[in-house]
């Protein structure tokens, strides 16, 4: 499938869980520092076979977007992160004039992450340069809880595939923390790294399994059960690893892009752990996905204003 040039650099792109051809892109003018944001959203299909692929929604807004997230309930419904503090909630079905339908202002600070609770799928979690999480549910206009123990920027949220209140956050003083929504505290501090936590996700398949991903260029995969060291580690990008992702196919297969310009497919299981290595962006990676609907379905945003989506074990550009 041909690349899709964005109207700024790429932060964020999420496939939707309703729609196989449809994909959600953060962008932000000027790397995110100033200038305003758009939320978009492709028809992967709309332009025909060979064609690339056609906004059909795009919201511009007065600051960065740094991350998105669809509604798990309602298949037009999307959440975006605001570089002023807000979560903005938009309606794809709904003409630009009426978006977005809900704004939430509450964080201190830039809103870098986003998720969406795929198993009570009535909630979402935001995670702020405030140091502080967020549950919200689209139908309140205010939090449902503010979750704070971090000591400097949360990066990054993610909800357990399996376990309905858990998730995990991501935070430059170098932990993971795993949280209940039930208690304000988190039920694990994890010392995963030297250096920055930029992103983690939770194994689709084994409700145990974190991954974490650092500005020390690693990946490292945990059981929550026996967090005393690692059960893998996976070095091969050459700058900090931005986000990283489990597949919802595949058990063991992970996705990550780094800043230096790579997206990189791995298996932590085995032993030769890289199974491929993705060279197209000519900036830093920004954002990533894999497809819930369509096995093997791969997308990437970056720097370079391109966002590219490819069948694993294809060539981006040749698409």
């Not at 999307?78 to 630009?96: E, I, M």
């Not at 140091?131 to 400097?152: C, N």
Request: charged fraction near 20%; include cysteine; charge should be negative.
């Amino acid at each position: 499938m041909p690349a899709f040039k964005a109207p700024a650099p790429g932060f964020a792109v999420r496939f939707s869980p309703f729609h196989e051809n449809r994909l959600l892109a953060a962008t932000s003018q000027h790397f995110g520092l100033v200038g305003n944001g758009h939320l978009i959203v492709l028809d992967l299909a709309a332009a025909g076979p060979g064609a690339a692929p056609a906004p059909v929604f795009s919201f511009p807004t007065s600051d960065a977007l740094f991350d998105c997230a669809w509604s798990e309930s309602h298949d037009s419904l999307c959440a975006a992160a605001s570089g002023d503090g807000s979560v903005r909630l938009f309606d794809a079905a709904l003409p630009p004039a009426q978006n977005p339908v809900r704004l939430l202002r509450e964080h201190a600070r830039e809103v870098h992450g986003l998720d969406w609770n795929p198993v009570r799928r009535d909630a979402f979690i935001s995670a702020s340069w405030d140091d502080t999480l967020k549950l919200w549910s689209p139908d309140r206009p205010a939090s449902v809880r503010t979750f704070r123990g971090h000591e400097y920027c949360v990066y990054a949220a993610a909800w357990s595939a399996r376990h309905p209140d858990v998730f995990a956050s991501a935070s430059g003083d170098r932990t993971a923390r795993v949280w209940d929504v039930r208690d304000p505290a988190p039920t694990l501090i994890l010392p995963a790294h030297d250096h920055e936590v930029l992103s983690l996700d939770w194994d689709k398949y084994d409700p145990s399994i974190l991954a974490t991903a650092s500005v020390d260029k690693s990946i490292r995969v945990w059981d929550v059960r026996a967090p005393r060291a690692p059960v893998a580690q996976l070095a091969g990008h050459g700058y900090a690893v931005k986000r990283v992702r489990f597949s919802p196919h595949r058990q063991g297969m992970l996705m990550s892009c780094s800043y230096d310009m790579t997206v990189c497919m791995w298996d932590y299981r085995k032993e030769d752990a890289l199974l491929a290595r993705y060279n197209h962006h000519t900036e830093f990676v920004a954002g990533i996905d894999m497809s819930v609907l369509v096995d093997g379905l791969l997308a990437s945003t970056g720097w370079d204003e391109m966002v590219y989506i490819w069948p694993f074990g294809t060539d981006p550009r040749a698409m």
